[in-house]
């Protein structure tokens, strides 16, 4: 079964803050995916990557960067950690090597900017 | 891009009813479409996807059809339970290295 791991359930940062948000998973997918989630609005795609070292702007991407230097682990990184970007943040990954497969989830990680 | 609607944004059933919900895209070249439902405080996990090549999928009390020609798909349950209740998502997605599109999320409530 695939496992996605997020290092943390719950985070508590400051205002100004640079915060990091580990994703790994243990399936050797080479897609990879950030979303935040936020009543009414769904799942909005932040960053993914298809492969190590890549990464491709989701639809939301600003004030946010991703790094993915192990095949296993892609991590959200928030630069300066503002007040609207108190979220739920997900990530996900899936396999293109078999069309037509689904995305699996971590478990979430609600992060909370003061 | 593509553009996925999703309809409504809540439904409340009672126990034993079915539900519906309905979904369109815009990408003539999406051909997947997997269903997630989310739990309160809880993943998205998928429960049924259903491919272009294919009208109707079914799983127990759980169906999804897809009309290609008019670029919708639905998820219907029937018989349904409390244990239903959710947040349910549907996505669309073309080959290669493109992201499932989301809809933005259905609450159903099941009342007993």
């Known amino acids: 079964d695939v496992k996605v791991t997020q290092s943390s359930r719950y985070l508590v940062k400051r205002t100004g803050e640079k915060v990091f948000l580990e994703c790994v998973q243990d399936?050797?997918?080479?897609?990879m995916f950030w979303y935040r989630q936020d009543p009414g609005l769904g799942l909005r795609l932040i960053y993914f990557s298809y492969d190590v070292k890549m990464k491709e702007k989701g639809d939301i991407p600003e004030g946010y960067s991703v790094s993915r230097e192990k095949k296993e682990r892609f991590s959200l990184i928030l630069e300066s950690a503002s007040t609207n970007q108190t979220s739920m943040y997900l990530c996900?990954?899936?396999?293109?090597?078999?069309?037509?497969?689904?995305?699996?989830f971590g478990d979430g990680t609600r992060l909370s900017i003061l | 891009g593509e553009n996925v609607e999703q309809h409504p944004s809540t439904l409340s059933v009672q126990e034993g009813d079915s539900a519906v919900i309905k979904c369109t895209y815009s990408?003539?070249?999406?051909?997947?479409f997997p269903w997630y439902k989310q739990e309160l405080g809880k993943r998205p996990q998928l429960i049924i996807d259903?491919?272009?090549?294919?009208g109707e999928k079914k799983d127990q009390r759980i169906a999804v059809t897809l009309n290609k020609t008019a670029k919708h798909f639905s998820l219907h349950i029937t018989e349904t339970q409390p244990e239903d209740s959710a947040v349910y998502f549907c996505a669309a997605h073309r080959s290669g290295n493109t992201p499932l599109v989301f809809g933005k999320g259905t609450r159903l409530s099941v009342i007993a």
């Open positions: 259903i491919r272009s090549n294919v």
């Open positions: 399936m050797d997918h080479e897609n």
């Open positions: 990408d003539s070249a999406s051909n997947y």
């Open positions: 996900a990954s899936t396999t293109y090597r078999v069309s037509n497969q689904p995305q699996h």
